[in-house]
C-alpha cells in the first residue's frame, strides 16, 4: 500500500471541490500522507485526464508518474448520476483502468443508489454517433472528425437509418455539410450536464459516459473495447437486430465504479483499488 500521495488542488474542475475534499480525507485517515504539488510522492490523484483547462497541466503529472510505474488515481463527474456519483479509477477512466468492481458485488447497490435499467424505447429512427473531447486520454491519437466519418461509412453496409453526429459540447469540430448534425443543449440550472436522450434506435461512442448511459437506457450503444460498456455493446453488423443483452451482472458491476460525496470520504472505493497501490 502506497505511504504519500500528490495532489494538485489548483489543477482540478471547479465543480471537484466536495468529491476530491472527499478522497482525500479518505486518504488521510488511511494513514496516506497527501502531499500538494509533489513529483516525488508514492502515487498521485489527479481530477480527470481531460488534458484542457485548469486540467491540462495534470498531463505532465500523468505521464511522470507512469513513467515510474507509479499509481494515478483519477476523479471525475461520474456517468451514473452527473453530479452526484463520481468516478474513480487507477491509471484511466475506460476500461483500461482498473476499478476493482468485478469482485465481492454488492447486489443491492442499483437500488441503493436508484438506478435501474430500461427497457428499450426506439421511437426516433435515428443513429447518434456521440463524439468525445479531442483532449482527453481517452481519445489519444484519435482524429475525431475522422472517426466519425468511418462509423457511418460502416453504419451504411448495414442500415439505411438517419444518422446524425454530436459532438463534445466544449470541444465542437466541422464536418462536411452533408452531414447532419446534432447541438448539445445545455440543461438550465446545471453545472455542466447536457441534454442527450436515449429514445434513438443506437449510440455510437468511443468509451466516454454516453455508451454507458445508452445501455442502462435499453439504447443499442455500439463501443470500442476500451468502453466499459463493451460488455453489453453491440457490433455495428447487428444495428438492425432487436437489444436483448442481459445487462443484469453488468449494472451491478458499473454502480461500484461510481460513488457518492459521502461514500468517496468513507472509503468504499480505496478498498477496492488498494490491491494496485
Same mark, same amino acid.
Given at each position: 500500500?502506497?505511504k &504519500?500521495? !500528490?495532489? *494538485? ?20 485517515? $488511511? ?11 508514492? $502515487? !498521485?490523484?489527479?481530477? @480527470?485526464?481531460?488534458?484542457s ?21 483519477? !476523479?471525475? =463527474?461520474?456517468?451514473?448520476? %452527473?453530479?452526484? &456519483?463520481?468516478k =474513480? ?5 475506460? !476500461? ?8 465481492k ?5 442499483? /437500488? ?13 429512427p +435515428?443513429?447518434v454517433?456521440?463524439?468525445q ?9 484519435i +482524429? ?5 466519418q /468511418?462509423?457511418? &461509412?460502416?453504419?451504411? /453496409? ?13 470541444? =465542437? ?10 447541438q ?9 450536464s *447536457?441534454?442527450? %436522450? *436515449?429514445?434513438?434506435?443506437? =449510440?455510437?461512442?468511443?468509451? @466516454?459516459?454516453?455508451g ?13 473495447a476500451? @468502453?466499459?460498456?463493451?460488455?453489453v ?37 480505496? /478498498? ?5 497501490l
Amino acid at each position: 500500500m502506497i505511504k &504519500t500521495i !500528490a495532489y *494538485f488542488p489548483s489543477q482540478c474542475a471547479i465543480n471537484s471541490g466536495p468529491a476530491m475534499s472527499a478522497v482525500l480525507d479518505c486518504l488521510q485517515s $488511511a494513514k496516506i500522507q497527501t502531499q500538494e504539488n509533489s513529483m516525488t510522492a508514492d $502515487a !498521485a490523484v489527479i481530477w @480527470s485526464v481531460l488534458w484542457s483547462g485548469r486540467m491540462a497541466a495534470n498531463q505532465q503529472v500523468y505521464e511522470h508518474y507512469r513513467a515510474q510505474n507509479k499509481p494515478v488515481i483519477i !476523479a471525475e =463527474v461520474g456517468s451514473l448520476y %452527473r453530479g452526484n &456519483t463520481w468516478k =474513480v479509477a487507477v491509471n484511466n477512466v475506460t !476500461a483500461d483502468g482498473y476499478y476493482g468492481h468485478q469482485e465481492k458485488l454488492d447486489w443491492d447497490r442499483p /437500488k441503493k443508489l436508484k438506478i435501474s435499467q430500461a427497457i428499450t424505447i426506439s421511437s426516433n429512427p +435515428d443513429i447518434v454517433i456521440v463524439l468525445q473531447h479531442a483532449r482527453s486520454l481517452q481519445v489519444a491519437g484519435i +482524429d475525431q472528425a475522422a472517426w466519425a466519418q /468511418k462509423q457511418i &461509412t460502416e453504419l451504411r /453496409k448495414y442500415t439505411d437509418r438517419p444518422i446524425c453526429v454530436r459532438s463534445h459540447p466544449r470541444s =465542437v469540430l466541422r464536418l462536411p455539410d452533408d452531414i447532419a448534425m446534432q447541438q448539445p443543449q445545455k440543461i438550465p440550472g446545471t453545472y455542466d450536464s *447536457f441534454d442527450l %436522450r *436515449f429514445d434513438c434506435h443506437a =449510440v455510437i461512442n468511443y468509451n @466516454s459516459g454516453p455508451g454507458i448511459q445508452a445501455a442502462i437506457a435499453g439504447c443499442r450503444p455500439v463501443v470500442d473495447a476500451s @468502453s466499459l460498456a463493451h460488455p453489453v455493446g453491440i457490433d455495428m453488423a447487428n444495428i438492425e437486430i432487436p437489444y436483448n443483452i442481459n445487462r443484469d451482472k453488468w449494472l451491478v458491476e458499473i454502480c461500484h465504479t461510481e460513488y457518492t460525496v459521502e461514500e468517496l470520504a468513507t472509503g468504499q472505493w480505496l /478498498k477496492r483499488i488498494q490491491s494496485v497501490l
